[in-house]
């Protein structure tokens, strides 16, 4: 299959080069020793200036995690990472918290600005006019600046880092905090709950619609660095908010680990709508290097009637574990799936969710599209569950792969558990090549083969990609073609 | 000027081209007929430039340039462009962004400018309209769930968008009722000009009503067979392709 085979050629071809935000900053920060103990523990707390009670619930889950082991049951291939060789905290030194843009160290600044990601609050997203996105941006362990506080603050709405939170709103962070994702929760999420740098915390108050999108850029910056990003949304009854995280990553040999925690919870009649475009340093062409995505999500649909919506597009990474979930606890509540995940090179992707539905009523929706290339390989892996009590729960999950080349692999892992009689589980499921007559098609048409490649994909993500926030769509049209091709852009 | 010379092209190893010569002038339409199986679709494919198509002897020359050397978006760039007997649906591509990616890549590569969206919108409507084609057709998937006649014209539409100057046109007409047959034929006609050769074939000679040929030319077991005028087409609807599969056996 020749054209086929010349499309992995070039996708084989992708060279770390392709990677446009491989750089490092070389900025001094400030570490902690390397190595977990309970001392690191201790530092990290204090750093943050935490009060005793987090402390506490560090210690606890640090306690605990010393006694599990790590998972083996994802489609995922590693060595074995070495805890202690880990530097588990790395700060600018300019910015020991989160500062007003004014303050913000300039090289930070121009980070950011290289990264394409808009600091000031002036500035719109390229190619959107009249967007605007209040950023939380956070460089290794830390928040350093978070925009249009202020306006957003006018609409009742808290956003900031997690760490000011914990000073600013200790009762709200204390009243949610390891209520989605208990410290006991798995091995990575245990890891993260103590010794969790920063992330955001919103707080969307009763009735408030909020009134932009909210998105927080991640980025590993440090060497040797894990990063353990923390996120806690509560949208508090009849509220709505919308929030993205875009992720990047210096290009470095070694692997990089970010076992993130991110926590949503929607009261009565809320919405939270979570948007991801994952782009971490994938490694490169022999596979060497890349970031271990190891991460915990999971919204919880406290109230009647709310409702919770991931859309996840992950094209980084080296090794991807991670499965945004929906705990359909309040009767008539909602939960959407929604994914377009890319594997290429060496990539490993072990990705899915897992639909709970224990209301009354209850409804979810899965939509993944699964796209493997090269030598990667790319498992979707989904539980839908209803409890006994789930009466008229309902679920529709439908999961496409595509399949570039013949030295990738695709895989799909579906777990269906009905407890109750009542439930109706609708399941489909396809896996198909690009062929290479669509290809010639396209070729005969005067597009090149990355052109045809990345028409026929977007073409296939095309029902995901919707969800995604309008001012986000062309960029990640953009990234899909980059990730697939490495010579395209 | 397109010439093809001894062309010898082999499909999964087996021989299906066996030595095909045949001169298209600049300016002219010459039809290609045939019996099934004779090799009209491989040498279409030959000519677009087709992977698992392996040409083992012979020549192609477009204007004096090696046809064969060519990539197939190298060739789509300088002109050829292939009418598909079975045009490829691309689920969750709007034929518009299809058309419009189709439009700027060949413009691009040519060194010319891409055209605005304002620009684009109205040159696809005016073509559209030409050939009956509902705009809302222009929204769905490319080819995704078209009829027949819905796809042939889609061909013909992104035949006069690209502005090719070699067209090949692969059974355009089969699989559609008279009135379609019309609408195409007069859609290729409108391209019909002194700078602009196309092969047209087809197994029929009902399409040739309409695209009057300047020569017709019979292809058998992967050669031509005979060549000749108008009235050769018109000879074999009388007679059928009986001689010439006589040959092919
Ligand atoms: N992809 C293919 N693989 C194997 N054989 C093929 C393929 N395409 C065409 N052929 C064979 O080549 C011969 C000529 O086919 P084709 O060029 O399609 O003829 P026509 O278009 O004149 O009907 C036929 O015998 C057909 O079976
Ligand atoms: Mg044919």
């Known amino acids: 299959m020749p054209a086929v085979q010349e499309t992995v050629a070039r996708v084989r071809e992708i060279d770390v080069d392709k990677y446009k935000y491989g750089f490092f900053t070389d900025i001094e920060s400030v570490k902690a020793p390397k190595g977990l103990s309970e001392d690191i523990v201790r530092f990290i707390s204090e750093k943050k200036g935490e009060p005793e009670w987090l402390l506490e619930w560090r210690l606890e889950a640090y306690r605990r995690w010393l006694t599990m082991n790590e998972p083996a049951w994802a489609n995922v291939k590693y060595p074995k990472i070495d805890f202690q060789d880990l530097y588990y905290y790395s700060a600018p030194k300019s910015t020991e918290g989160p500062k007003s843009l004014e303050e913000v160290d300039p090289e930070l600044l121009e980070t950011y600005a290289k990264l394409g990601i808009p600091l000031k609050e002036q500035a719109v997203l390229a190619g959107v006019q009249g967007a605007r996105v209040a950023v939380d941006a956070v460089f290794d362990s830390v928040s350093v600046v978070t925009t249009f506080k202020e306006e957003l603050a006018k609409a009742g709405v808290i956003f900031s880092s997690v760490s000011e939170a914990v000073k600013t709103h200790p009762e709200l962070v204390r009243k949610y905090l390891g209520s989605v994702v208990p410290i006991t929760d798995n091995y990575y999420a245990t890891l993260n709950s103590a010794v969790f740098s920063d992330g955001s915390f919103v707080y969307v108050p009763p009735g408030v619609r909020c009134p932009m999108e909210l998105s927080t850029y991640f980025r590993i910056n440090e060497k040797q660095t894990g990063q353990f990003e923390r996120t806690l949304i509560i949208a508090d009854k009849g509220s709505y908010v919308s929030y993205l995280e875009g992720c990047t990553a210096p290009m470095r040999d070694e692997n990089q680990l970010h076992a993130a925690v991110v926590e949503l919870v929607a009261l009565d009649d809320a919405e939270i709508k979570y948007s991801t475009v994952q782009n971490w340093y994938p490694g490169d062409k022999a596979g060497k290097g890349g970031v271990y995505n190891f991460v915990t999500k999971r919204g919880d649909c406290r109230g009647a009637h709310s409702k919770i919506s991931w859309t996840q597009v992950e094209t980084g990474s080296a090794i991807t574990w991670k499965y945004p979930s929906c705990i359909l606890r309040g009767d008539g509540s909602r939960g959407e799936f929604y994914s377009i995940a890319i594997s290429n090179g060496h990539q490993q992707i072990d990705s899915g969710t897992k639909m709970i539905h224990l209301g009354r009523d209850t409804s979810s929706r899965i939509i993944s599209k699964g796209i493997a290339a090269g030598h990667s390989n790319n498992t979707y892996r989904g539980l839908v569950s209803a409890h006994r009590k789930a009466t008229n729960a309902r679920n529709y999950t439908n999961c496409d792969s595509l399949l570039i080349g013949d030295k990738c692999g695709a895989h799909t892992v579906p777990y269906i558990e009905a407890k109750n009689a009542s439930a109706t589980f609708e399941h489909e499921a396809t896996t198909s090549k690009i062929s290479e007559d669509q290809l010639f098609y396209c070729l005969s048409r005067g597009l090149s083969a990355e052109e045809a490649v990345a028409l026929i994909v977007n073409g296939f993500v095309r029902d995901v990609l919707q969800h995604l926030p309008m001012e986000f769509m062309a960029e990640t049209q953009k990234l899909i073609s980059i990730s697939l091709e490495g010579s395209v852009g | ?249």
């Open chain 2, 1 to 249: 000027m397109l010439e093809i010379k001894n062309l010898h092209a082999n499909v999964d190893g087996r021989e299906i081209l066996k030595g095909l010569d045949l001169t298209l002038p600049t300016g002219e339409v010459h039809a290609v007929m045939g019996p099934n199986g004779s090799g009209k679709s491989t040498l279409a494919y030959v000519l677009a430039g087709k992977e698992d198509y392996e040409v083992t002897a012979g020549t192609v020359t477009w204007n004096g340039e090696d046809l064969l050397a060519m990539d197939p978006t190298e060739r789509a760039v300088a002109g050829v462009f292939l009418a598909f007997q079975y045009p490829m649906e691309i689920p969750g591509v709007a034929t518009m962004t299809f058309l419009r990616t189709a439009v700027n890549s060949v413009r691009k590569a040519r060194g010319e400018a891409e055209l605005s969206t304002p620009d684009f919108l109205r040159f696809v409507r005016e073509k559209a309209k030409a050939l009956k084609i509902d705009p809302e057709m222009l929204k769905r998937p490319l080819n995704v769930g078209f009829s027949g006649g819905e796809k042939k014209r889609n061909e013909i539409l992104q035949m006069a968008l690209l502005e090719p100057s070699l067209c090949v046109l692969d059974e355009t007409d089969s699989g559609l009722d008279i009135d379609a047959v019309r609408v195409v034929a007069d859609g290729v006609n409108a391209l019909r000009s002194p700078e602009r050769s196309m092969l047209v074939i087809t197994h029929y000679q009902r399409l040739l009503n309409y695209i009057v040929p300047d020569r017709v030319h019979v292809l058998s077991d992967g050669r031509v067979a005979r060549s000749g005028g108008p009235e050769l087409a018109l000879e074999l609807e009388d007679t059928g392709y009986a001689e010439f599969d006589g040959q092919a056996a």
